[in-house]
Each structure stands twice: as structure tokens, then as C-alpha cells.
């Protein structure tokens, strides 16, 4: 059952999360000094979201799009990959993983043929997709765009940051992955340029940043923020002092809002919740590599225009 948004409290366990929703405006912790005299705009609620499927307030009200971000609930996967694995690339059983993405298309109302998503390789690449095309023809790229209706977009994760953006008087949508190497190196400006040659414009788009590794799990070394400062000094924003000396915690939610932000999007919504920590309801690549597990699973986002 899809549910809005991810403002109000979802209960899980017995434990409540609690999530933000922001018009317009960015938020993470490491931002309030820079929008700290927007604050009183923002709007606060607390929508319910299913435990398989979190959807975006911004996005929910535009009657001919069909989005959402997949936790890993719901499928038939087991073990480390239990239970919505969408990846190929993982070491689940290939069946299992055809049945996950034809659960998730399902609850968007969508064939599983017609779920389209890339081989992802940390770059800066975006394809236009005018048909959809099956795993084996996927091709190396991280984003996809289209202005075709019944096209399901797909982006996989396990921490890094899936954008959704779309345009709502062109009818044109995009899909991002964004990890710190493929959102340093302009895989957001590239996906919005691609949405752009379709027809959208930019001061039209909404963005969603949907469940993402979280600061106060992602510590980096000390060479890690260098390239980040010689962007802009500004970007110092993202980082604050880890317990181990030298070493950082990197806002990759934030530092992605802020792009967008550049890009020139208004309106940007991004989900709190930390994928690191949230086992219950997300694959994490860097808890599984702590742990030194084998191998992780992979959460799917996903964005389609309503078909004819």
C-alpha cells in the first residue's frame, strides 16, 4: 500500500521515526547556520510511510507520475539479501531478484518489462531512455531520463544518495544515482542538462533525495575533504570531526541537496533516515563492510509517467 510522504511517524518495532519534509528550502544538520534564517518557512509534518515503499509529499501531488523508494521489505530474498534485493549484481539468487522488481513494479501499478536501470559505475553519465531494455542490454551509465509515459526509471542503492526529479509541465523525469564520487564529479548538473534537451526547465523541476547513508555513519579519512574545499570553501559545511583524529563525518545528503540547490531546483525534499543505521529497512554497503559480510543487497528508487 503506498502511503504518503516521510513527515509523519511511522512505527516500527515499536521504535518511531521521525522525518522531515521541506518545501523549497534544504536541511541537514550541518546547513543551519548557512539557512538558519529560513527556518521559520519550512514546513514540519510527520506523514506515514509503508514499511516497503517511502513516497515523496512533492511528487504525490502530481497526478501523472508514479514514484517510489523501496526499503528492502517485501520480497523473497534471504539471508544478507532478505528480503527486496533488486540487484543483479549481488551474489541472490538471479530468480529471486526478478520476482523483487516485479513485487516493486507491482506497487506501482507497472509490468515488470517495464523497469529500466543501468549498469552503475560511479560517473557522471546519464542516458536518455526511449524503450525499456532488459538487465543483459543495461548500459554503463549513472541516470536515466525520458519524456516517455510507462517507462520505469530505476536506480539501485545501498547507501548512495538516489535523486528523482521531474518536471511538471514538460512531463519529463530523471533518475539519479549519487554517490560521493559521481555527485563530486557533476552527475546531477549532467542528469538535469539530459532533462533539459527533453524539453524541462530547470526553475520547473522538484527533486527528491531519498534514504541515504547518514553523516554520523559515514566516517572518511583525512584526505577526504580536500577535493570537496577546492570546489568552494563552503562545502566545509559537510564535514565535522570524527572521533578518530584527523578523520571526518561527510554529510552525502547534504552536500547532494546543495547541488540541486546550484543546479537551481526550488524545490527539494530529502529523506533523513540513515540506511547505515536503519538495518530493518535498508541494505547498507558500509555495514555489511564493517561487519565483513560477504556481500549486501541493493534498495531500488524508481520514478515512471503515468502510461496512455
Given at each position: 500500500?503506498?502511503?504518503?510522504?516521510?513527515?509523519?511517524?511511522?512505527?516500527?518495532?515499536?521504535?518511531?521515526?521521525?522525518?522531515?519534509?521541506?518545501?523549497?528550502?534544504?536541511?541537514?544538520?550541518?546547513?543551519?547556520?548557512?539557512?538558519?534564517?529560513?527556518?521559520?518557512?519550512?514546513?514540519?509534518?510527520?506523514?506515514?510511510?509503508s514499511l516497503s515503499m517511502i513516497a515523496s509529499d512533492v511528487f504525490?501531488?502530481?497526478?501523472?507520475?508514479?514514484?517510489?523508494?523501496?526499503?528492502?521489505?517485501?520480497?523473497?530474498?534471504?539471508?544478507?539479501?532478505?528480503?527486496?534485493?533488486?540487484?543483479?549484481?549481488?551474489?541472490?539468487?538471479?530468480?529471486?531478484?526478478?520476482?523483487?522488481?516485479?513485487?516493486?513494479?507491482?506497487?506501482?501499478?507497472?509490468?515488470?518489462?517495464?523497469?529500466?536501470?543501468?549498469?552503475?559505475?560511479?560517473?557522471?553519465?546519464?542516458?536518455?531512455?526511449?524503450?525499456?531494455?532488459?538487465?543483459?542490454?543495461?548500459?554503463?551509465?549513472?541516470?536515466?531520463?525520458?519524456?516517455?509515459?510507462?517507462?520505469?526509471?530505476?536506480?539501485?542503492?545501498?547507501?548512495?544518495?538516489?535523486?528523482?526529479?521531474?518536471?511538471?509541465?514538460?512531463?519529463?523525469?530523471?533518475?539519479?544515482?549519487?554517490?560521493?564520487?559521481?555527485?563530486?564529479?557533476?552527475?546531477?548538473?549532467?542528469?538535469?542538462?539530459?532533462?533539459?534537451?527533453?524539453?524541462?526547465?530547470?526553475?520547473?523541476?522538484?527533486?527528491?533525495?531519498?534514504?541515504?547513508?547518514?553523516?554520523?555513519?559515514?566516517?572518511?579519512?583525512?584526505?577526504?575533504?580536500?577535493?570537496?574545499?577546492?570546489?568552494?570553501?563552503?562545502?566545509?559545511?559537510?564535514?565535522?570531526?570524527?572521533?578518530?583524529?584527523?578523520?571526518?563525518?561527510?554529510?552525502?545528503?547534504?552536500?547532494?541537496?546543495?547541488?540541486?540547490?546550484?543546479?537551481?531546483?526550488?524545490?527539494?525534499?530529502?529523506?533523513?533516515?540513515?540506511?547505515?543505521?536503519?538495518?530493518?529497512?535498508?541494505?547498507?554497503?558500509?555495514?555489511?563492510?564493517?561487519?565483513?559480510?560477504?556481500?549486501?543487497?541493493?534498495?531500488?528508487?524508481?520514478?515512471?509517467?503515468?502510461?496512455?
Amino acid at each position: 500500500m503506498r502511503q504518503k510522504g516521510w513527515g509523519r511517524e511511522i512505527q516500527e518495532r515499536g521504535r518511531v521515526f521521525r522525518r522531515v519534509f521541506l518545501w523549497g528550502f534544504l536541511w541537514s544538520p550541518s546547513m543551519v547556520a548557512v539557512y538558519g534564517l529560513f527556518l521559520p518557512s519550512l514546513v514540519f509534518h510527520r506523514p506515514k510511510t509503508s514499511l516497503s515503499m517511502i513516497a515523496s509529499d512533492v511528487f504525490q501531488s502530481y497526478s501523472f507520475l508514479r514514484h517510489g523508494f523501496f526499503t528492502r521489505q517485501g520480497g523473497v530474498s534471504e539471508g544478507l539479501h532478505a528480503s527486496l534485493n533488486v540487484g543483479y549484481g549481488s551474489q541472490d539468487k538471479p530468480e529471486h531478484v526478478t520476482i523483487n522488481r516485479a513485487r516493486a513494479m507491482a506497487q506501482l501499478g507497472l509490468s515488470a518489462d517495464r523497469l529500466t536501470t543501468v549498469y552503475q559505475i560511479h560517473s557522471a553519465t546519464p542516458v536518455t531512455v526511449e524503450r525499456p531494455w532488459t538487465w543483459s542490454e543495461a548500459p554503463k551509465a549513472d541516470a536515466l531520463v525520458t519524456a516517455t509515459p510507462g517507462i520505469a526509471l530505476g536506480i539501485l542503492t545501498a547507501d548512495c544518495a538516489p535523486v528523482l526529479l521531474a518536471d511538471p509541465e514538460a512531463r519529463v523525469i530523471g533518475a539519479a544515482h549519487a554517490g560521493w564520487r559521481g555527485a563530486q564529479s557533476g552527475v546531477i548538473s549532467a542528469t538535469i542538462q539530459a532533462m533539459v534537451c527533453l524539453g524541462a526547465r530547470v526553475e520547473r523541476m522538484a527533486a527528491a533525495i531519498g534514504p541515504c547513508i547518514g553523516q554520523s555513519s559515514y566516517e572518511v579519512g583525512p584526505e577526504f575533504p580536500a577535493p570537496f574545499l577546492a570546489e568552494t570553501p563552503e562545502n566545509q559545511l559537510f564535514f565535522t570531526p570524527a572521533g578518530r583524529a584527523g578523520h571526518f563525518l561527510f554529510d552525502l545528503g547534504g552536500y547532494v541537496a546543495r547541488k540541486l540547490q546550484e543546479s537551481g531546483i526550488v524545490t527539494v525534499q530529502r529523506c533523513p533516515f540513515d540506511t547505515a543505521v536503519e538495518e530493518t529497512l535498508f541494505f547498507s554497503y558500509r555495514r555489511s563492510t564493517l561487519r565483513k559480510e560477504p556481500d549486501y543487497g541493493r534498495m531500488l528508487s524508481s520514478i515512471a509517467l503515468e502510461p496512455f
